[in-house]
């Protein structure tokens, strides 16, 4: 008895040293900006003179924006966005996995072109999708004109529903490769009897994939999915570079109003409200997502 | 029967991975075609592609020491590279200690270390350049790095973690019979397996600090400009350079594609490896 | 198991070894380079300037190289200029000054004194006279606040009319537009066949060079003013509604293109190709329309003064301009500098190398400068009408929240005059706001 549980202190102790490198990484760097982020959404902020000044504002930057129309319109676009981008990219990036995963789809080569759109740098990636979108010498207007598709040129970033679901699309190509790769490699972790022995009970390929492939790659997509939620809420360098929130603040999203308001026009009380916001947004989701979807069985000890 | 079934999927999964290359590969050979093209070539309806027009300027010019891509690219290598190593071994090792471990909170501590990623990076720049001023960082590899680590850490963590709680107990419960630490047990049962996810974390963390780009503008001056800051040089108020900037671009993207070139032994052993295991 | 073996080699502990040994050598060796410079003679100044093409000084732009060098000898001072792209400098002015501690000695401004006012020295008071009666009022108007001069604006940069000859020759037409009529007119006649008789960035709302800015010329070439005397938004009205419906009424004859084109070169890029035959633009436009690597105008390219509305012509002032920081530590030595800046041979090969105009009059009235920036006529002329950027500490906040009503005003989903009211309505709660 005393043995196993000096083994169990030796584990929790192993534990704690195991952690705490990355723990005091993340504490040192980022606990006193966030914590900084949410004392400022409390306070009026002025650029004055010799750093920073404040006042206590209590909760009116809260009020401002729940009475705001753009904050609220905001919130809806950037709900928009994560919604259709998570479902897409995960059915994406399902597909580009499954076909990785063939025994076609093997070659080293697939996994580099997985690469080649990740590689490319957000901010030139933000500029690519700026010149293919160009109205008048952009390759995607030129290309469909030339195909016979289209017999004008459309102002892709000219109106406001389009603007948006363009920017969309720049996101789902840059983000596709990562989502890949990780189902790819969760796909590699299901082992192969499992498939072996649904073949023998009379399986076919669709009904493997339901009752082998989806269940085995269910943390997998779990994790995958609240990442692209995530990020998807996140999003910048593309309304930057593409939009700067144009036509009519029709692409401005959450964390690029964030931005907006607190560097350019140095409200960073309010700025650090709206941020906050969009983190209890993710918080939420997260916590909805990893609840319902939760691996029912209890973690075993070893020994 | 099943050999014409098996012909038609094979046809279908060729269409795929032919699409799938196409959409992947398109917009890069685009972004290649534009940097070897002047803009009138360019500016024309329809483009003149003419062949006969291009022209490698774009990378001469982009080359021009003036405009410190050469030095971009060895600054986020550095960074990059650190960021990756020291990234995967800490995350490494939290993440086995969250998984197996039995630390008190851990499922807290978890949900913590997400939730830093949750914050919406821009409203953290000015109380982090704050922090980094006083503490005389600022331009420098070290503030970069650190920052990089603390955006991905919390990544790596949690997908290693899942991972690692995937790992047969049996082969741990082994190594614990015959008389192994649980830092042997990690060392020599649980990373050897774990290759595949520890490859693709490895190369995530890289990928996102080699390209990472507002903080790098705000946390650097002239000392340790990265690659993407290089290449937003070209993108001014009066001009945007689209050659150049594409020229620069795909300067800056070769060596990551490089670096999965190198390294697709190690990810497609991982992968064959994987497969054979069970 | 053969994997161990290529784990092995390197074990973990080692590893962290020496990438602990590496942050702590990168750390070292950034610390000690600091102290190193501190230690050194010279003064050193600390300067934030855009990267060129944008306007920037010597040293960063390629002009007065031998005369900037001797100036440091004679001045013992060394120069160490950071020099983003355009886009990044307020992010950066805003995280260093936020912070608090002292970074630059001099930093460009563009329409951000007054929102910075409180960070900055006003060292006008302290230039020669001689230099200060050489230089038009608007030279400080823009970065006037509280009645403080606090910068010195170093280019004269107005908007004004470019149009394309050989278009306008092809249709019969003589002159440029003079009025509004005019333009409506010609930009129609001149619109077809794929061409089109207007183009312009409306694609970004906020900032100097932004649609609300634009809209700002028409403004005041109605007789409008952004701001009564109280500070509260004065352009709901006649010559605020008609202002806005001029470029309502031009977009018949605009690049459709226009409301997606973020930044002005979006539209310079369309005007070079051929495409467009008239736009407004600020005096560097003159060198790369005439430049045959990225022009297939060269030659053909006009400048004349923006058209006159009901009150006659007006623009706007591009506000480029030199401040200093109040933690800077050598505030003296920094005027200095900018006083080489202005100097008239600095200023004289300025406009003749990089194409950017000067600022004192003296130098703009000289027959070399002249001749070689034609434009630079027009521009003089230009400056003899109203050009008010109207600069407050709120700037962005303004523009962007007038510019998002303008688009909608000129994508046809809101009328000329709704547009204004809530632009009008949005700028009040914006300069309350301020207040508060």
Request: aromatic share 10%.
């Amino acid at each position: 008895m005393q043995q196993i549980s000096e083994y169990n202190r030796r584990r929790i102790r192993m534990g704690i040293w195991f952690s705490a490198p990355a723990v005091i990484v993340l504490l040192t760097v980022l606990a006193y900006p966030i914590l900084a982020s949410w004392v400022l959404s409390f306070l009026r902020v002025y650029f004055a003179g010799q750093g920073l000044s404040f006042r206590f504002y209590g909760l009116t930057n809260y009020t401002e924006l729940l009475t705001n129309q753009l904050f609220r319109e905001a919130l809806l676009r950037s709900i928009y966005f994560t919604l259709v981008e998570v479902i897409v990219v995960t059915f994406l990036a399902l597909i580009v996995a499954l076909l990785l995963n063939h025994p076609l789809g093997r070659h080293a080569f697939f996994r580099v072109v997985l690469l080649v759109p990740w590689a490319l740098a957000p901010v030139a990636n933000a500029v690519l999708w700026k010149w293919i979108y160009n109205a008048n010498y952009g390759i995607l207007n030129q290309a469909l004109i030339g195909l016979g598709i289209i017999d004008r040129n459309i102002i892709w970033l000219g109106s406001p529903v389009l603007a948006l679901n363009m920017i969309l699309l720049a996101d789902i190509w840059k983000a596709v490769p990562f989502i890949a790769l990780l189902l790819l490699a969760g796909l590699q972790n299901i082992p192969s009897h499992l498939y072996k022995a649904a073949r023998l009970d009379g399986a076919n390929a669709w009904q493997q994939f339901q009752h082998v492939t989806l269940p085995g790659l269910k943390t997998t997509l779990i994790i995958s999915i609240v990442l692209q939620s995530i990020w998807a809420l996140k999003v910048f360098d593309l309304i930057y570079v593409l939009t700067k929130g144009s036509p009519a603040d029709s692409t401005v999203l959450l964390n690029y109003l964030s931005w907006r308001v607190t560097f350019s026009n140095l409200d960073v009380g309010y700025g650090a409200a709206i941020a906050n916001v969009l983190f209890v947004l993710m918080f939420i989701l997260s916590l909805v997502y990893i609840r319902a979807l939760r691996p029912r069985k209890t973690k075993e000890k070893v020994g | 029967m099943i050999s014409y079934k098996h012909q038609l999927s094979r046809f279908f999964v060729r269409m795929g991975l032919a699409i799938f290359t196409c959409v992947a590969l398109g917009p890069v050979i685009w972004a290649v075609v534009t940097s070897l093209l002047p803009l009138t070539a360019l500016t024309s309806r329809p483009p003149d592609l003419n062949p006969l027009n291009m022209t490698l300027e774009n990378y001469g010019l982009v080359l021009d020491s003036s405009r410190g891509l050469f030095s971009g690219l060895i600054n986020s290598f550095i960074i990059a590279t650190f960021t990756s190593a020291v990234g995967l071994v800490i995350g490494s090792m939290a993440a086995y200690a969250l998984a197996r471990l039995n630390m008190p909170g851990s499922s807290l501590i978890l949900m913590m270390i997400l939730a830093t990623q949750m914050f919406p990076g821009i409203v953290i720049a000015i109380p982090l350049f704050l922090v980094m001023s006083r503490m005389g960082i600022v331009d420098t590899h070290f503030a970069l790095i650190l920052v990089y680590l603390s955006f991905t850490l919390p990544i790596v963590i949690w997908i290693l973690k899942a991972f690692f709680e995937s790992v047969p107990m049996e082969l741990e419960r082994a190594a614990a019979v015959d008389g192994a630490q649980p830092l042997q047990t990690f060392q020599h049962i649980v990373l050897p397996i774990s290759l595949p996810p520890l490859f693709a974390t490895g190369v995530f963390v890289f990928i996102e600090a080699w390209n990472e780009f507002f903080f790098a503008i705000i946390l650097t001056r002239i000392n340790v400009k990265t690659a993407p800051i290089a290449i937003a040089e070209f993108s001014g108020q009066y001009q945007t350079l689209y050659g150049q900037m594409l020229a620069s671009a795909v300067l800056a993207s070769i060596p990551v594609v490089f670096l999965a070139i190198i390294f697709r032994r190690f990810i497609l052993e991982g992968f064959v490896e994987g497969a054979i295991k069970a | 198991m053969d994997k161990n073996r290529t784990f092995n080699r390197v074990s973990r502990r080692d590893f962290l070894k020496l990438a602990g040994a590496g942050a702590a050598s990168l750390a070292a060796g950034n610390l000690l380079a600091a102290c190193a410079q501190r230690a050194s003679g010279p003064v050193k100044l600390n300067v934030l300037v855009p990267a060129a093409p944008d306007p920037a000084p010597p040293g960063v732009a390629k002009f007065s190289e031998e005369a900037f060098a001797k100036w440091k000898t004679d001045n013992n001072v060394e120069v160490v200029y950071e020099a983003p792209p355009w886009p990044q400098l307020h992010d950066k002015m805003a995280a260093n000054l936020a912070a608090g501690q002292y970074v630059h000695d001099i930093m460009y401004n563009c329409g951000w004194g007054p929102e910075f006012a409180g960070y900055l020295v006003d060292f006008v008071k302290d230039l020669p006279k001689e230099l200060i009666d050489d230089l038009p009022a608007s030279s400080f108007s823009t970065v006037t606040w509280d009645g403080k001069r606090l910068g010195v604006v170093f280019t004269l940069s107005l908007l004004t009319l470019f149009y394309n000859q050989e278009h306008l020759a092809n249709a019969g037409i003589t002159d440029p537009p003079k009025n509004w009529d005019e333009l409506k007119g010609m930009a129609k006649q001149l619109t077809g066949g794929g061409r089109y008789g207007w183009v312009l960035n409306y694609g970004a709302p906020e900032g100097i060079g932004g649609v609300a800015s634009y809209w700002m010329c028409f403004l005041q070439q109605a007789g409008g003013k952004l701001y009564g005397e109280d500070g509260m938004p004065a352009f709901n009205n006649e010559a605020g509604v008609d202002a806005l419906q001029v470029m309502v009424d031009l977009m018949e004859s605009t690049d459709p293109g226009s409301i997606s084109y973020v930044g002005i070169n979006d539209a310079t890029n369309v005007f070079s190709a051929g495409q467009a035959t008239m736009m407004m633009n600020w005096p560097f436009m003159w060198k790369p329309a005439n430049d045959p690597a990225t022009s297939k105008v060269v030659g053909k390219v006009g400048s004349a003064l923006l058209p006159a509305g009901p009150a006659g012509t007006a623009s706007i002032d591009g506000t480029d301009a030199y401040t200093i920081a109040k933690l800077s530590p050598n505030p003296d030595k920094a005027r200095q500098l900018i006083e080489f800046y202005l100097d008239k041979e600095v200023q004289k090969r300025q406009v003749l190398d990089t194409g950017w105009l000067p600022i004192r009059l003296s130098v703009l009235n000289d027959p070399e400068v002249q001749a070689a920036a034609p434009n630079a006529v027009v521009i003089l002329e230009q400056a003899k009408n109203p050009y008010d950027s109207f600069v407050t500490p709120d700037y962005n906040a303004v523009t962007t929240a007038i510019g998002s009503e303008l688009q909608k005003a000129l994508a046809g989903s809101e009328s000329a005059a709704d547009a204004i009211k809530n632009a009008s309505d949005q700028v009040t709660e914006i300069v309350k706001k301020r207040g508060s």
